[in-house]
């Protein structure tokens, strides 16, 4: 059983930056597809961005791609989510999800596709 933990959300003002973190226990043979999701208030959860464990392979939704940045320690376990020129609409709570299979990128967002979600970090743009 993989566990996952989140940390780094907060409230950020419209245009700054954020770094979320994710840290994971378990067999890394559970984690080779990594993800960001996120759920804004109101409204269903969302893909945001996933990278796939052995190759770096990447896939992003298309309201983050050129802001958001994904990136894996395979030494750590760990999935970072770097982002910038944040906005209001940014605002949601980030899960972290892992699977231990290796999804070609058209199936990396996904939702069902993974196995194990972390409780969430809470992002907040507001001025």
């Known amino acids: 059983q993989v566990q996952l933990v989140e940390s780094g959300g907060g409230l950020v003002q419209p245009g700054g930056s954020l770094r979320l973190s994710c840290a994971a226990s378990?067999?890394?043979?559970?984690?080779?597809?990594m993800a960001w999701f996120r759920q804004p208030p109101g409204k269903e959860r969302e893909f945001v961005a996933a990278?796939?464990?052995?190759?770096?392979?990447?896939n992003y939704a298309g309201a983050v791609k050129r802001r958001f940045t994904i990136s894996r320690d395979k030494m750590k376990n760990a999935v970072y989510l770097q982002m910038n020129s944040l906005s209001p609409d940014d605002t949601a709570v980030y899960y972290c999800?892992?699977?231990?299979?290796?999804?070609?990128?058209?199936?990396?967002?996904?939702?069902?596709?993974?196995?194990?979600w972390g409780q969430g970090t809470q992002v907040t743009v507001s001025s």
């Open positions: 999800a892992v699977t231990g299979r290796s999804w070609i990128v058209s199936a990396m967002s996904r939702q069902e596709g993974y196995d194990s």
């Open positions: 990278i796939r464990r052995g190759d770096g392979a990447t």
């Open positions: 378990g067999s890394a043979s559970s984690m080779n597809t």
